[in-house]
């Protein structure tokens, strides 16, 4: 398992004012996040696999020189829980593509969405995944023994399969399974589940019952705040729009407090390099201030 040494927060996809600047291409975006201060990017195939191998490699080495750790997010119509076999193992196809682009631009998290109910139940969804899952294990067994890592997440909308649990599940089936936290889902998924600092250290402590400390240090984050109605997620929106949650100082003082480095992505809209650099801001604040308190 390839581990994360400190904790990195970075966009995913590009913000509105990266091309507003006169930038063009992903290729240029590495170091237009150095320079912002960010050190991560997430990379998003999530309206298919078309990027050229040049292309990924070109942003690979770029992300390479200023010490960009990148992740992809596979498609978002990935769905291992299908009834159909073809679909659900074009599903399989689909992750293992993303796997391969991840080569390419030298990232080691490749974050999926686990499937949906549709008609069937909620335990026949979550077998057929679980079996996907093991068979997706099987086929990518290279590309895991090279380090890469698969992040299913926790999803915001009630009939889809990506409960915390569900996730945390499927992480022990193998140990280079990790889970994507997006906490905007979780607390739309909870019709507003996350209100304090208690209420991260829940899910922290779920988190590493279910798979240890090691692999909850190096979890895989989305974080954006979140309207939500019965039915759950409803749209992503950005930190300033505070009538929304969760918010980030709580889970900044967790991580600080257990010594945790993940990878933060920020999925503000149209502004998520920019809320990116907010939640670092917020997360150095609380490290000098702890640092002041032990003095």
Same mark, same amino acid.
């Given at each position: ?19 507003? %600047? ?26 298919? @696999? ?14 390479? =020189? ?7 997010? *596979? ?8 009834? %159909? =076999?073809? =679909? ?10 993303? /796997?391969?682009?991840? #080569? ?28 996907? &899952?093991?068979? /997706? ?26 409960? /915390? ?6 992480? #022990?089936?193998? $140990?280079? @399974? ?12 909870? &019709? ?11 899910? &922290? ?10 692999? #909850? ?12 109605? %019965? ?6 929106? #950005? ?27 920020? $999925?503000?809209?149209?502004?998520? *390099? ?5 939640? =670092? ?13 032990? @003095?």
């Amino acid at each position: 398992m390839c581990l994360n040494n400190r904790i990195r927060f970075g966009p995913s996809g590009n913000s509105d004012s990266f091309y507003k %600047e006169g930038n063009k291409s992903s290729i240029e975006m590495p170091k237009w996040l150095y320079d912002m201060g960010l050190n991560a990017y997430e990379y998003s195939l999530t309206r298919g @696999i078309n990027i050229k191998e040049e292309t990924a490699r070109l942003i690979g080495q770029q992300a390479s =020189k200023y010490d960009i750790a990148v992740s992809v997010h *596979a498609p978002y119509y990935i769905n291992l829980a299908s009834p %159909e =076999k073809e =679909k659900a193992e074009k599903s399989i196809q689909y992750i293992l593509d993303s /796997l391969e682009v991840a #080569t390419w631009l030298g990232a080691n998290r490749i974050v999926f969405h686990p499937g949906s109910c549709a008609r069937m139940s909620r335990q026949k969804a979550n077998e057929n995944i679980i079996n996907m &899952l093991k068979q /997706l294990v099987n086929q990518a067994k290279d590309y895991l023994q090279s380090g890469l890592l698969l992040c299913p997440e926790t999803m915001g909308k009630i009939n889809q399969i990506g409960t /915390l649990d569900e996730i945390l599940y499927f992480c #022990t089936l193998h $140990e280079n @399974i990790i889970p994507t936290l997006d906490f905007g889902h979780i607390h739309a998924r909870g &019709l507003g589940a996350i209100n304090s600092k208690d209420d991260y250290v829940k899910i &922290l402590d779920k988190v590493e019952n279910a798979i240890g400390y090691e692999r #909850t240090r190096n979890f895989h984050s989305h974080f954006s705040h979140i309207e939500f109605t %019965e039915r759950g997620e409803k749209k992503h929106w #950005t930190l300033s729009d505070t009538e929304y949650g969760p918010e980030f100082s709580f889970l900044a003082e967790v991580i600080i407090e257990r010594d945790l480095t993940p990878i933060i992505i920020c $999925e503000s809209r149209g502004v998520m *390099a920019e809320d990116a650099l907010r939640l =670092k801001n917020i997360y150095e604040e609380k490290i000098t201030l702890s640092n002041n308190v032990n @003095i």
